[in-house]
T-cell receptor, first 114, second 112 residues
Framework: NAGVTQTPKFQVLKTGQSMTLQCAQD?????MYWYRQDPGMGLRLIYY???????DKGEVPNGYNVSRLNKREFSLRLESAAPSQTSVYFCASSLETHSNQPQHFGDGTRLSIL | GQQVMQIPQYQHVQEGEDFTTYCNSSTTLSNIQWYKQRPGGHPVFLIQ?????EVKKQKRLTFQFGEAKKNSSLHITATQTTDVGTYFC????????????FGKGTKLSVIP
C-alpha cells in the first residue's frame, strides 16, 4: 500500500526554469493538498483540491499553479522558479475536505532554486 | 483568521525526562489534530481530539483538549531517543471550505 507518492524526491533548478511536481494517492481519497515547509514556518497550504475537478487557493498560492488530473493525481507547477521557492514540498490527501479528517502525507520533494 | 500558536519552538531534554508542547488559539477550535515529523521525514498523523476536556493516551503520550477548546497539549512521559522529531498541532478552519491550519511545531531533541 503506497499511500501518497511524490516525484521527484530532489530537484535543483535555475531561476526562471519551470517544473512540475507530481503527486498520486491510492487511498481513493477525494481531497488533495500541496504544502510547503520552510524552517521555523511550519506547513503552509499552497493549493488544495476538495474533489476531482475543483481547485482552490490556500495561504501562499502566488507563483504556483495546480492541476487535479483525476481522482488519484494532483500536480503542482512552478512556471518561473524563484529562489524564494526553495523549500520542501509535501503533497497530502484526506478522505474529504471536512472537519475531523486526518491527512496523509507523501515523502516530500526537496527543491532548490539557484 | 483562526491561527494556532505552538510553544515552545525548541525543547532539548535528557533521555528519561518528560516533555510537553502546547497549542493555543484565540478562538474556539472545532477539533485539534497532532502530527509527528521525524528528521528528514514527513508529518504523520498521531491523534485527533474533538470534545471539550478530552484526554487521550497512546502509550507514553498524553493528549489533552482544553475545557474551552482553545488550547491543547501533548505530554510525553520518560522521553526516548525514538521520540526525536517535530510535533505539530493542527486544526481545521473554514475559509470558503475546510482547510487544515498547522502550528509552527515544537522540535524535540533527546540527549542520550
Amino acid at each position: 500500500n503506497a499511500g501518497v507518492t511524490q516525484t521527484p524526491k530532489f530537484q535543483v533548478l535555475k531561476t526562471g526554469q519551470s517544473m512540475t511536481l507530481q503527486c498520486a494517492q491510492d487511498m481513493n481519497h477525494n481531497s488533495m493538498y500541496w504544502y510547503r515547509q520552510d524552517p521555523g514556518m511550519g506547513l503552509r497550504l499552497i493549493y488544495y483540491s476538495a474533489s476531482e475537478g475543483t481547485t482552490d487557493k490556500g495561504e501562499v498560492p502566488n507563483g504556483y499553479n495546480v492541476s487535479r488530473l483525476n481522482k488519484r493525481e494532483f500536480s503542482l507547477r512552478l512556471e518561473s522558479a524563484a529562489p524564494s521557492q526553495t523549500s520542501v514540498y509535501f503533497c497530502a490527501s484526506s478522505l474529504e475536505t471536512h472537519s475531523n479528517q486526518p491527512q496523509h502525507f507523501g515523502d516530500g520533494t526537496r527543491l532548490s532554486i539557484l | 483568521g483562526q491561527q494556532v500558536m505552538q510553544i515552545p519552538q525548541y525543547q532539548h531534554v535528557q533521555e528519561g525526562e518528560d516533555f510537553t508542547t502546547y497549542c493555543n488559539s484565540s478562538t474556539t477550535l472545532s477539533n485539534i489534530q497532532w502530527y509527528k515529523q521525524r528528521p528528514g521525514g514527513h508529518p504523520v498523523f498521531l491523534i485527533q481530539l474533538v470534545k471539550s476536556g478530552e484526554v487521550k493516551k497512546q502509550k507514553r503520550l498524553t493528549f489533552q483538549f482544553g475545557e474551552a477548546k482553545k488550547n491543547s497539549s501533548l505530554h510525553i512521559t520518560a522521553t526516548q531517543t525514538t521520540d526525536v522529531g517535530t510535533y505539530f498541532c493542527a486544526s481545521w478552519r473554514w475559509a470558503g471550505s475546510y482547510q487544515l491550519t498547522f502550528g509552527k511545531g515544537t522540535k524535540l531533541s533527546v540527549i542520550p
